[in-house]
Structures are given as C-alpha cells and as structure tokens.
C-alpha cells in the first residue's frame, strides 16, 4: 500500500506546520516490547531543554 498526499494539502500551511512538528519527534516513538503487538508504546523525552524552550515560548513577553 502506497500512501499519497492530496497535493492540495502540499500548499496548506497548517498541514506543512503540522507534518513538520510530526517529522521532528517521529524518531522520539518507542515501541514497547513487553506488551507484543499490542500496538502500545511511547514518546521518549527530548530533555529539559525542550520543556524550558515550550515554556518560554507558551510565556507572554516579559521585559526584564
């Protein structure tokens, strides 16, 4: 089974914005084998860095 993008969507920014935040963490999904196939796992952390730099940016602008 080959999969195909609707090429409409290929000028749709929000679906650019969101296939580029999809492919950013794809890497980050493990598999989790004690349960087989059940389909289950889950999202490694990327570290704390990346929870500051959510946080800032979640931050309305503050001057210091």
Do not use: C, H, W
């Not at 999904?29 to 959510?54: C, N």
């Amino acid at each position: 089974m080959k999969a195909t993008i609707d090429p409409q969507l290929l000028n749709d920014p929000v679906f650019l914005r969101v296939m580029q935040d999809a492919l950013s963490i794809q890497d980050r999904f493990a598999a989790e084998p004690v349960y087989a196939k059940t389909g289950t796992g889950y999202l490694k952390s990327a570290g704390v860095d990346e929870l500051k730099e959510i946080k800032k940016a979640a931050k309305p602008n503050e001057e210091d």
